[in-house]
C-alpha cells in the first residue's frame, strides 16, 4: 500500500472543479449502478470560491455490506485503496493520473456521511466562515508541505467549523 502521506499545495479557486465534480459523480454512480448508494461531491473543491487542493473529493454512501464491492469497483477505475487511513468507518481511495480525486465510502446516512454534507453545506452558506477557513488552510500550506502535517495543522479549525455546522442544524444537539 502507497503511504497516505503525500505533497500538497492549496490553489486559487477553479469554476471547472464545479463539472468535474458532476462528472466523477455520474461516472461513480454509473460503476456502482445496481447497488444502493448515494454519491456527492465534497470538499473543499465542492464549495464555489474557496481555495482548496486540486483534488475532487467524492463522498459514496453504501450499507456495511456493500462496502467491498464498492471499493472493488472503485479500484476498476484506477483508485488506490489506502484502507480507513486514520478515519474509522471510512474506506479511502484515491487517483493522481489524469483528474486527481479521493474517493470517501461510508456508512449510507451515518455520522461521516452526514457530517460531511453538513461540513460543505454550512461553508457554502456562510461566507465569512468560509473565508476564515480559506485562511487557515492557507497557513497549513504555507507551514506544511505535505498532506498529514497540512491536516492536523488545520484540524482546529475544521473542528469549530463542525461544531457550529452541527449546533445549525440541530441547535438542540451539544457538538
Given at each position: 500500500?502507497?503511504?497516505?502521506?503525500?505533497?500538497i499545495h492549496?490553489?486559487?479557486p477553479?469554476?471547472a472543479w464545479a463539472?468535474q465534480g458532476r462528472?466523477?459523480?455520474?461516472?461513480?454512480?454509473?460503476a456502482?449502478s445496481g447497488?444502493?448508494?448515494e454519491?456527492a461531491?465534497?470538499?473543499s473543491t465542492a464549495v464555489?470560491?474557496?481555495?482548496?487542493?486540486?483534488?475532487?473529493d467524492?463522498?459514496?454512501?453504501?450499507?456495511?455490506?456493500?462496502?467491498e464491492?464498492?471499493v472493488?469497483?472503485?479500484?476498476?477505475?484506477?483508485?488506490?485503496?489506502l484502507?480507513?487511513?486514520?478515519v474509522?468507518?471510512r474506506?479511502y481511495?484515491?487517483?493522481?493520473?489524469?483528474?486527481?480525486?479521493?474517493?470517501?465510502v461510508v456508512?449510507?446516512q451515518?455520522?461521516?456521511?452526514?457530517?460531511?454534507?453538513?461540513?460543505?453545506?454550512?461553508?457554502i452558506?456562510h461566507p465569512d466562515?468560509?473565508?476564515?477557513y480559506?485562511a487557515?488552510?492557507?497557513?497549513?500550506?504555507r507551514?506544511?508541505?505535505?498532506?498529514?502535517?497540512y491536516?492536523d495543522?488545520?484540524a482546529?479549525?475544521?473542528?469549530?467549523i463542525m461544531?457550529?455546522?452541527?449546533?445549525?442544524?440541530d441547535?438542540?444537539?451539544?457538538?
Amino acid at each position: 500500500m502507497a503511504d497516505l502521506d503525500e505533497p500538497i499545495h492549496v490553489v486559487a479557486p477553479d469554476p471547472a472543479w464545479a463539472d468535474q465534480g458532476r462528472t466523477l459523480v455520474r461516472d461513480i454512480s454509473a460503476a456502482l449502478s445496481g447497488m444502493p448508494v448515494e454519491v456527492a461531491h465534497i470538499g473543499s473543491t465542492a464549495v464555489p470560491g474557496l481555495e482548496a487542493k486540486p483534488v475532487i473529493d467524492i463522498q459514496v454512501g453504501c450499507p456495511a455490506d456493500g462496502v467491498e464491492v464498492a471499493v472493488a469497483r472503485m479500484e476498476r477505475l484506477g483508485f488506490e485503496c489506502l484502507g480507513e487511513a486514520g478515519v474509522s468507518g471510512r474506506q479511502y481511495l484515491r487517483r493522481r493520473s489524469g483528474l486527481a480525486a479521493n474517493v470517501h465510502v461510508v456508512e449510507r446516512q451515518g455520522r461521516l456521511w452526514v457530517d460531511n454534507l453538513l461540513f460543505r453545506d454550512y461553508l457554502i452558506a456562510h461566507p465569512d466562515v468560509m473565508a476564515r477557513y480559506a485562511a487557515a488552510k492557507r497557513e497549513a500550506a504555507r507551514r506544511a508541505s505535505t498532506l498529514l502535517p497540512y491536516s492536523d495543522l488545520k484540524a482546529q479549525s475544521v473542528a469549530e467549523i463542525m461544531g457550529a455546522a452541527r449546533g445549525a442544524a440541530d441547535p438542540g444537539r451539544a457538538s
